[in-house]
């Protein structure tokens, strides 16, 4: 049986009783607090339809005593879903589950529903037991394997555990707070809590001890997580990773697409990972595809980056970029962010310009594909900047830029946005860039008109978007995650642009067409991006 067999037997589960007891608690609950309380301690409940899926990934088989972690438990929905899963054994099963749950408010509903799920496998010749833990996870729990004795880790030790269940929170901490002084191991840049559940969760498995967990899919590639994946895949196997690309029918309160993750403290190694991606909870209907473990966890640049190709189409585009011989930098170029922030330059903002004393300010509502829509008038929304000694500092010589959009809506149909700023004698000497925009240019000399309409082509293609949405889960477009990608030859991307601007207009169809035939792209690949064009039989 395939991997992609055993994950549609999976999904194919319907939600069992305990599931659904729980579920009600956790609805229950809800009417009880609000929104804002919840957000504050970065409290986000499981929908039951992810509940099932998640406890389908534990492989529960092996006879014996199954040893549950649970940190975070709220409401105990995640727990229920596995105790449902063991209703369906016919032999004597026992599972022994710790929880961790510090918020007073909740904890009543989770022991009612402990309370049931050992009644409930009782029932059906199995047993249960439980103890939950009023204390703070990482303090209280992970602290005690991590780092010499100390004030923060002389709880005593739990024991190994074969499984790990979780649905973490998720808010920043300080790198001062005693949970980041706890994990010194993982801490990087601004740390957040839900990579330390991970973490404690990874350290308190025994050798081959399974771990899901639903978190952001911030983690996989941003630069401040990069010391964690380092730590995190020193000891654990990644096995299935799954992602649901519609944030908002997932979790009706999360900016962050979500991804579901499946892995094991490691033994052996997991020669190839299985990738599936849902729209939302209807995970029935999900892509799958079983892929080299290389091809999903990229080392090259030393970040340990990960990637979630969709299907075999966004497999073939990743090998056609990762053929290319040059990354970003290598090539002299160079992405920064624009440094104007509006609130922070008050002084220096103007409704409109009035005179060579002003420089035209961009942000994201003038850049639109291969152009730049300036002055935009919008009553929130300043259009020039004033030019003087202390404005200096923000404003940046009139050169030839590629203009990249630093924000998308997730739901958008293209994650990439980029147009081209040509300098003429029509332009003033100086343009303010807004902080919601990256600049690409040369480092040493200025870029040709050609390169940057070959840059913008490429930012604008779909080849080049597919590939950036496998790489990056985050509505911003970090300019880590653009050096990190790699680019034909400036000649090549100079032969697209040359191509591109006798175009007698900047159709996006067929800039897709001369992107494609310029880097001798296989006719199916080609046939695939072009789908739904008026090249789609070309």
């Known amino acids: 049986m395939t991997s992609e067999d055993i994950f549609l037997r999976a999904v194919d589960a319907r939600s069992g009783p305990l599931l659904g007891y729980s579920f009600d608690l956790q609805?229950?609950?809800?009417?009880?607090?609000?929104?804002?309380?919840?957000k504050g301690k970065g409290q986000f409940f499981t929908p039951p339809e992810v509940c099932r899926f998640m406890a389908s990934l534990l492989s529960l088989k092996s006879p014996g005593t199954f040893r549950l972690l649970d940190p975070g438990a709220g409401t105990g929905s995640l727990t229920a879903a596995v105790c449902d899963c063991f209703l369906n054994f016919r032999s004597s099963r026992h599972i022994e589950v710790h929880l961790f749950e510090n918020d007073p408010e909740v904890l009543p509903f989770l022991r009612k529903t402990m309370k049931r799920c050992a009644e409930k496998l009782s029932e059906h010749g199995h047993s249960m037991t439980y103890e939950i833990?009023?204390?703070?996870?990482?303090?209280?729990?992970?602290?005690?394997?991590?780092?010499?004795?100390?004030?923060?880790?002389d709880w005593p030790v739990l024991g190994e555990f074969d499984g790990a269940i979780m649905n973490p929170p998720y808010f920043k901490v300080s790198k001062a707070s005693p949970c980041a002084r706890v994990m010194e191991e993982v801490v990087h840049g601004q740390p957040n809590i839900y990579a330390f559940f991970l973490a404690g969760a990874a350290q308190m498995l025994r050798p081959g001890g399974q771990l899901v967990a639903i978190t952001p899919r911030r983690f996989c590639n941003e630069l401040y997580f990069r010391g964690f994946r380092h730590w995190f895949f020193e000891k654990i196997a990644l096995d299935h990773i799954h992602s649901f690309e519609s944030r908002t029918e997932t979790f009706r309160d999360v900016l962050q697409e979500s991804l579901v993750t499946a892995s094991h403290r490691l033994g052996k190694p997991s020669a190839n990972v299985t990738v599936s991606t849902s729209n939302g909870l209807n995970i029935n209907t999900a892509k799958c595809a079983t892929l080299p473990t290389a091809m999903v966890i990229d080392n090259s640049c030393g970040h340990a980056n990960i990637r979630i190709p969709a299907s075999r189409e966004d497999q073939a585009v990743a090998e056609v970029v990762e053929s290319w011989p040059h990354r970003f930098p290598e090539l002299g170029l160079r992405i920064s962010t624009g440094p104007v922030v509006m609130f922070r330059a008050t002084d220096f903002l103007l409704s409109q310009a009035n005179g060579k004393g002003t420089a035209p300010l961009l942000s994201v509502?003038?850049?639109?594909?291969?152009?730049?829509?300036?002055?935009?008038?919008?009553?929130?929304?300043?259009?020039?900047?004033?030019?003087?000694?202390?404005?200096?500092r923000l404003l940046l010589p009139t050169r030839n830029y590629v203009l990249l959009r630093r924000f998308s809506a997730k739901e958008e149909r293209r994650r990439l946005t980029a147009s081209c700023l040509i300098a003429s004698e029509a332009l003033p000497p100086f343009i303010a860039l807004e902080y919601h925009l990256n600049y690409v240019y040369h480092a040493e000399r200025e870029l040709k008109p050609d390169e940057v309409y070959g840059l913008a082509a490429l930012f604008n293609s779909n080849l080049l978007d597919r590939y950036f949405r496998t790489i990056s889960g985050n509505t911003q477009v970090n300019a880590t995650e653009i050096r990190s990608m790699k680019l034909p030859p400036?000649?090549?991307?100079?032969?697209?642009?040359?191509?591109?601007?006798?175009?007698?207009?900047?159709?996006?169809?067929?800039?897709?067409?001369?992107?494609?035939?310029?880097?001798?792209?296989?006719?199916?690949?080609?046939?695939?991006?072009?789908?739904?064009?008026?090249?789609?039989?070309?």
């Open 27 to 38: 609805a229950r609950y809800e009417r009880l607090t609000s929104l804002e309380a919840r």
């Open 133 to 153: 833990h009023a204390k703070d996870f990482i303090l209280d729990g992970a602290a005690a394997f991590f780092g010499p004795p100390s004030l923060f880790n």
């Open 365 to 392: 509502f003038n850049v639109k594909p291969f152009r730049i829509e300036w002055p935009v008038i919008h009553k929130k929304h300043p259009t020039a900047f004033k030019i003087c000694r202390d404005s200096q």
């Open 490 to 538: 400036l000649p090549t991307v100079a032969g697209i642009g040359q191509k591109v601007s006798g175009l007698a207009s900047l159709d996006c169809n067929a800039v897709e067409l001369i992107v494609l035939r310029e880097l001798g792209i296989n006719p199916q690949l080609c046939a695939h991006l072009l789908e739904g064009t008026l090249f789609s039989h070309t």
